[in-house]
Every structure is written in C-alpha cells, then in structure tokens.
C-alpha cells in the first residue's frame, strides 16, 4: 500500500518562507512526475508546480519566481521551497506522485499567510 504525506505546513507573515516536504512509503513504480497543488474552500484543486523524472518543472504564473520544486526520485521524495509568500497563497497544499497514470496523494499540509 502506497502512503503519502505531506509536512512543513504553517502559519506564516506575508514575505516569509516555508518549505514543504513529501514523502512516499510503499512499493510502486517508478514516479514519472512529482507535483504539487493547492486548494481553498469552493474553489477547484489547482496546480501550483510539478517536475518530470527528467527533471524539468512547470509552474503555475501565479507562483513564477517564488516557489521551486524539487526532490528525489529514488527515494521518493518531494519538496516546495516557497519564497515571497502573499496572503493569496494561503491553503492546503497536496503532494501527487504519478506513476504511470496512477496518481497518489497525501491529505493536505495548510498553509496560512497573514497579512
């Protein structure tokens, strides 16, 4: 059985930094992209960034410059370095690993920015 969770969640002032961790336990193939998004109440699941097993990473515009993915394939790990933090970046955060078009995630780590 494949278990993900997400750490490194918190309250933060707008202009700080956070680091959020991920880690996958379990047996599964191997992860052919890492990703993480972003939820806040009545809105849709959004994508904030992921990165391939290649190594390249796309971001969501709203993130561009602020926020880096990163991580290790081997040992099944993923990071969200976030920088700049505004308000709007307040919610849940979720870790996905695919692994050939099976998706599994964490439950969540919140994420607050005051203003």
């Known amino acids: 059985q494949v278990q993900v969770v997400e750490s490194g969640g918190g309250l933060v002032q707008a202009g700080g930094s956070l680091r959020l961790s991920c880690v996958a336990s379990?047996?599964?193939?191997?992860?052919?992209?890492r990703a993480w998004y972003r939820q806040t109440p009545g809105k849709p699941r959004e994508l904030v960034a992921f990165?391939?097993?290649?190594?390249?990473?796309v971001y969501a515009d709203s993130v561009k410059g602020r926020f880096t993915i990163s991580g290790d394939n081997a040992k099944k790990l993923a990071y969200l370095q976030m920088n700049s933090l505004i308000p709007e970046d307040t919610a849940v955060y979720y870790c996905?690993?695919?692994?050939?078009?099976?998706?599994?995630w964490g439950p969540g780590t919140q994420v607050t920015v005051s203003s």
């Open positions: 379990g047996t599964f193939f191997s992860i052919n992209r």
């Open positions: 996905n690993f695919n692994s050939y078009g099976r998706d599994y």
């Open positions: 990165i391939t097993s290649s190594g390249s990473a």
